[in-house]
């Protein structure tokens, strides 16, 4: 537990289910995340932990179960999903900033159109987010003109922009040539320890090490294994997660 | 240290210049290319020495100068020409406005749109018109002159509006949202202004010309724009029955030629609702709109299937609701890529007025048909046809060049 973590629970999984046509991808997920902590989820790729955290803010339907995230239950209810989204920040593996818009303008649309902002004040908190993400000089720059690590990193200020209580990240790493996944994690290292509640898919097992509060281990949509990271990764109990271990320590 | 040096002071490698150096690169260079190159020119020299001399020796071209203002406005009666300067001016002052307020591609369009003005200010129609047209008679020719007299009047106030608002968009910025109001006001205003009312009232059974197939040009393209992307977004609704109405309206549409829709609308219409009638050109301009729509719809649709999912998720995740991602993320992306199919779209459109012509329109090509069964114009086909086909040509193509700037300005395949 980290100094920000607290008691107050803030996404609660019950039994979720999830299933694309036949295929069953999460088989009864249920599990609590507290306010301030981190987990880092990890897994091998069709484990269903991309899946799950997409199911948090309804990028995916889950179709049995319940999730209530920061005491609203996620149902058909438009009103209820607007208003997740705007407390759940997410982060992609490919990014996903709007190609036609410079920098500056991915990060305040949002804050315009949906906080109600005016541009003066969106803008001042964009430069300022733009500042804290280390990269204020390529403000009026299109994302295709800047590197894959600053695209991220603008990518997260986007996120951040809306002032969310849960950020969500998607293997942000997983799309970057080596040099630039140390910008990146380096960003998010600073998120964490200012007290934001993460919930991070990746294959960066130092910064699971590091940051994390949790590690999960997801294989064929269910949680194999939780614990500290220290444990997690000293003290593996499943064979499955002990052979996992081994294959991603080892390069 | 020496073998740097070496490698920075390598040169590019450097290819033959000059025009004689690019003309055995590009036409002379392999000897099958000379060949190809002589063979083209020589028949570049039939083909143009065959229409030169037609041109200049046998062409009368005088049928043009002396039927200017039945190209330009068909029979709209004389004594009312002046209420087509009016929405000649009121779209001058808007265009001049709008020029001064946005700059950019809007001004360099303005000003071209202003030099052909000042060319027609200054060409000398009168000089065109030859001697020796001994049909026309004196008094026709006095009141031509008088007329082109009165058009250069009127054309010179168009133009000096034109400045006028110019500068003062460029002064006052802050009339932008009054532009735009301006502009969609601009369209029924100028239909009330042409149309008038009470005894002078013009039916549009009177209207003709160029200016007869721009109404239903425009009228077409702006509103069928709309409307092909709200049927586009329908057909990728995730609501079956909004779904198919719209698959149903696009596919029905398009399986028919546009001829039947318009003796649909010309035909047809006044006998299922015979209780009231629609004017022939409202009808005309609905049933091409209509047709056209079901095209934009599809260019549109290419054009929001290109897009990643990941736009739609990453708009979602901020929080963006439906319309909003529409608006701002989708729609954007989407027809900046499709541009050169929605040009081609309006440039069909444009062409395709020229079928009002058979359910009995004198639209522009209406004109040249009247023109040419006239006895006083007998033989002169070809030289109208060429005429308007010049016309056609200039507008296309004024549009095709303007999708290409949009496209630059846009930064299509840049970011």
Sequence with gaps: ?251 | MEEQVDIQQIKPPTYAKGPVGWLRENLFSPWYNAILTCVALLFLYFVFKGLLTWAFTEAEWNVIPANLQLFAIGPYPRDQVYRIWICLYILSVLLGLSAGVWRGIVQRWTIVVGSILLVFLVIPFEIVQREDSHLVSIEFRFNLIWLIFESRRWLLGDVALLIGAFFLGQRITRLRPWILGGWVLSFPIIMFVLHGFGENAVQTSMWGGLLLTLILAVFGIVVSFPLGVFLALCRQSKLPAIKWVSTFYIETVRGVPLITILFMGSVLIPIFIPYFTIDQVLRMMVAITLFSAAYMAENVRGGLQAIPRGQHEAAQAVGLNYVQSMMFIVLPQALRSVIPAIVGQFIALFKDTSLVYIIGLIDLFGVAKSIITNPVWLGRHVEVYIFIALIYFSFCYAMSKASQEIEADLGVGKH
């Design chain 1, 1 to 251: 537990m980290n100094e920000n973590t607290t008691n107050d629970p803030i996404i609660i999984c019950e039994d979720v289910h999830k299933w694309f046509d036949d295929f069953h991808v999460l088989k009864g997920i249920t599990t609590t995340f507290k306010k301030g902590e981190r987990a880092v989820i990890c897994g091998p790729s069709g484990s269903g932990k991309s899946t799950f955290i997409r199911t948090i803010n309804r990028l995916e339907e889950h179709q049995r179960g319940t999730i209530i995230v920061d005491g609203i239950e996620l149902s058909n209810d438009l009103r209820n999903i607007n208003l997740i989204r705007q407390e759940v920040g997410m982060v992609f593996q490919q990014f996903n900033l709007f190609p036609h818009l410079s920098n500056l303008k991915n990060i305040t649309l949002g804050p315009m159109k949906v906080r109600k902002l005016s541009k003066r004040k969106a803008e001042e908190e964009a430069l300022a987010l733009l500042e804290r993400m280390g990269i204020a000089d390529q403000a009026y720059k299109y994302p295709s003109e800047v590197s894959g690590g600053q695209q991220q990193r603008v990518a997260i200020a986007r996120a951040l922009a809306m002032e969310p209580k849960i950020m969500l990240f998607d293997e942000p790493t997983s799309a970057l040539d080596p040099e630039m996944i140390s910008e990146v994690l380096d960003v998010m290292r600073e998120l964490a320890h200012s007290g934001m509640t993460m919930l991070v898919v990746t294959h960066e097992m130092g910064f699971a090490r590091e940051v994390a509060d949790r590690v999960m281990f997801f294989d064929e949509g269910v949680v194999v294994e939780e614990a500290a990271p220290a444990d997690f990764f000293d003290n593996p109990q499943h064979d499955r997660t002990k052979l996992f271990i081994s294959q991603t320590l080892q390069h």
